[in-house]
């Protein structure tokens, strides 16, 4: 049994609905899901079919192909009875490029789900996946973002202004539905071996270029860990909202370093325009919503994740890191001995020059 914030207790899920089944971090959630024995029935949504590999992996879990900006999903959502909705669609962030139509996929999407959701009598938690860009990025952030802090620059375009809408839907849900419990997980950056996102092919790529005269304080979210957390969450999560991140912070050069990748310092408006040489490499095009974060970084305060939702993850930012990178298919062009031997050369001479 779980808790929300008034008091309430919200009872074990019975029949789940998860959005964005085709995507990685919904439809091996499915998996987690359908493998629990004392979930009765579990829904995997998507307009997309998962590949086969993951279908097999979703094992009795019921796909079912839809569109969630139609009205089918409240008719889906009152035919089975669902008791818990995980409206993890917004999950297309990893990979795709922000556009117009993306936009209208998210906001859409989320506003049918949440009124589908407060139609159904049956309904009694959603889980929401946000994002920690919801934050925003800027030169006067706090060493860590709580879930009570606000954006010091709110986000006007991008994944985080899809979500800080999306994350209002939600909220004015619970204020209509009291019944329904509202948890909304915003999730820090995810890496690992296995998922695709753009911070992982960015750090793939030979040259990585970084802008002149900044070094962001990064903060990443193991893919493991991540699916885990949101296991945690549709099963006895109270409500409310959590930052879902690592312990430990890692700079952007260390990041690149132990990647065994080379630095690029450039002037900030030549960062987008150079990480798009390398697309055909193994680089994802920066976007401009996204240069905030790569000039200024963003930390999150994982206090209440560990002591309200009593949620640990295994891996430390500079272990997520370490593990991208030992088990992911990125070869290094410079090992972090030979990083370690020219700092010592360069603090030798430096020395010598004193």
């Not at 957390?229 to 260390?254: K, Y």
């Amino acid at each position: 049994m779980a808790q929300d914030d008034s008091g309430t207790q919200a009872a074990a899920p019975r029949v789940v609905l998860v959005t964005g089944a085709s995507t990685f971090l919904g439809g091996h959630l499915v998996a987690r899901l359908a493998a629990n024995p004392e979930i009765e029935k579990v829904l995997a949504v998507d307009s997309r079919v998962p590949n086969k590999a993951l279908l097999r992996r979703m094992g009795r879990a019921e796909f079912l192909r839809l569109d969630i900006r139609r009205p089918v999903i409240a008719k889906t959502i009152a035919a089975h009875e669902v008791d818990t909705v995980v409206h993890a669609a917004t999950s297309i962030m990893d990979v795709a490029a922000h556009s117009a139509a993306i936009k209208e996929f998210n906001v859409v999407g989320a506003m049918q789900v949440c009124a589908a959701c407060q139609r159904s009598p049956s309904v009694k938690r959603l889980i929401l996946r946000s994002t920690a860009m919801v934050y925003g990025a800027s030169s006067k952030d706090p060493a860590y973002f709580s879930e009570g802090d606000r954006a010091v620059r709110e986000p006007t375009n991008g994944y985080g202004r899809d979500l800080l809408d999306i994350e209002g839907y939600a909220r004015g849900l619970a204020r209509r539905r009291p019944d329904i419990a509202v948890t909304i997980a915003r999730l820090q950056a995810i890496l690992g071996p296995r998922m695709q996102t753009r911070m992982g092919a960015y750090l793939s790529a030979p040259l990585v270029p970084t802008v002149i005269g900044y070094q962001p304080r990064l903060q990443f979210l193991h893919e493991e860990d991540a699916l885990a957390a949101m296991e945690r969450l549709t099963t006895s999560a109270p409500a409310g909202t959590f930052n879902i991140a690592a312990d430990g912070v890692i700079t952007m050069t260390q990041a690149i370093r132990r990647a065994g990748r080379i630095e690029l310092p450039v002037p900030s408006g030549l960062v987008t325009p150079i990480s798009g040489v390398f697309a055909d490499v193994r680089s994802a095009r920066l976007r401009s919503s996204q240069m905030d974060w790569v000039t200024y970084g963003r930390v999150l305060d994982n206090t209440r994740m560990r002591t309200e939702l009593d949620f640990h993850p295994r891996y430390t930012t500079s272990e997520t890191v370490d593990d991208f990178i030992e088990r992911g298919a990125s070869d290094m062009l410079i090992s972090p001995r030979r990083w370690h031997d020219l700092e010592q050369r360069v603090v030798g001479a430096a020395h010598q020059l004193l």
